[in-house]
């Protein structure tokens, strides 16, 4: 599943930011391919998360069941060493210069990541040995991998061993993180294992502490599960509570397949208006910006068949639908 798309270009005159971002870009699509229909494999894309004081601006980030993988964009298209001191150089129109190391920068980015995690780890992983032990992130698997253009030349043959192992072409990802992502390498192994309960706390977290401020309101950021009962003010980004369920008319809508026959159409809480309202995504879940009054409204449900107060919103392409505990599922939007 993919959470966030990276982020636009703010200076499209700079030739090199505009080549950064065409690689960056050609990443996500590959990793959209491979896992935007995965409900176990979780995908950020320009991920920016901030840890004692300390940033991590990671271009791409992988959370699965054994652990997670951090991915690091790198537009070359000349030719690239890594000597035995893992230094790296590149070359361009022929002329060769040093570089920073994008594996050490992985590194240090997955050490703010590890410790954010670290902190939060008893309200996000389960307690072990009947409750008795809290689980940690320490054993927790952590892949680093430079992906470079794939008109890039890399000159494999000095390169640290390691280094070899983690430098990358864009186009060769795909099959090499299916296989690092995939729960079949479980049963060859006793490495410890994320529940999918505790996946989607790991992902539902880490989109609440990206703080890139383009993300305030992206629609397209998604995840199955996510349950706030906020709404967000019209007239700012932060957020209030909202103190009841919004009030709901049933409408005939399109059926879910595989769905109970259970279709409903929410309405604005303060005008009514069931026409003009705009499903958006801000920092603390689904809201409908209503037209007519221009107030919001959060995507706060009941399930209409049962009461279920733990109904989930979740979002596919146009779609947004409700999931209650009881199995009842129905179109909102």
């Known amino acids: 599943m993919i959470l966030t798309s990276p982020r636009e270009l703010t200076n499209p005159d700079n030739l090199y930011a505009r080549a950064g971002k065409k690689q960056e870009d050609a990443v996500a699509f590959y990793l959209r391919r491979a896992f935007g229909s995965a409900d176990d494999v979780f995908v950020f894309n320009d991920l920016m998360l901030n840890h004692e004081g300390e940033c991590a601006q990671i271009d791409h980030l992988i959370v699965h069941t054994f652990g997670f993988v951090i991915i690091e964009s790198k537009s070359i298209t000349g030719e690239v060493k890594v000597n035995s001191q893992g230094e790296w150089s590149r070359s361009y ?84 993180l299916k296989k690092k992502c995939s729960k079949a390498r479980g049963y060859l192994s006793t490495e410890p294992g994320f529940k999918l309960s505790e996946l989607k706390k790991i992902a539902e977290f880490l989109l609440q502490e990206n703080c890139r401020p383009d993300l305030k309101d992206k629609e397209e950021i998604t995840l199955s599960g996510i349950d706030h009962e906020q709404e967000t003010d019209s007239n700012s980004h932060a957020p209030v509570l909202s103190e009841e369920p919004i009030s709901s008319v049933v409408k005939p809508e399109l059926e879910i397949p595989g769905a109970a026959k259970i279709q409903s159409k929410v309405i604005c809480k303060h005008c009514a208006e069931d026409q003009k309202l705009t499903p958006k995504y801000g920092k603390f879940g689904y809201y409908l910006a209503c037209a007519s009054c221009e107030k919001n409204t959060a995507l706060k449900h009941l399930c209409f068949e049962c009461g279920e107060h733990t109904v989930k919103i979740s979002k596919r392409g146009e779609v947004y639908s409700a999931i209650c505990p009881g199995g009842h599922e129905y179109r909102v939007v």
């Open 93 to 176: 129109k022929g002329k060769w210069s040093g570089m920073p190391s994008p594996i050490i920068q992985a590194q240090l980015q997955g050490a703010i990541l590890r410790g954010l995690l670290k902190n939060n780890a008893s309200k996000l992983l389960d307690k072990l040995l009947m409750g008795l032990v809290q689980a940690g992130f320490g054993a927790r698997d952590l892949a680093i991998y430079c992906a470079v253009s794939n008109n890039a030349i890399l000159h494999r043959d000095n390169m640290p061993k390691k280094i070899q192992n983690q430098v990358v072409k864009a186009e060769a990802l795909v099959d090499l």
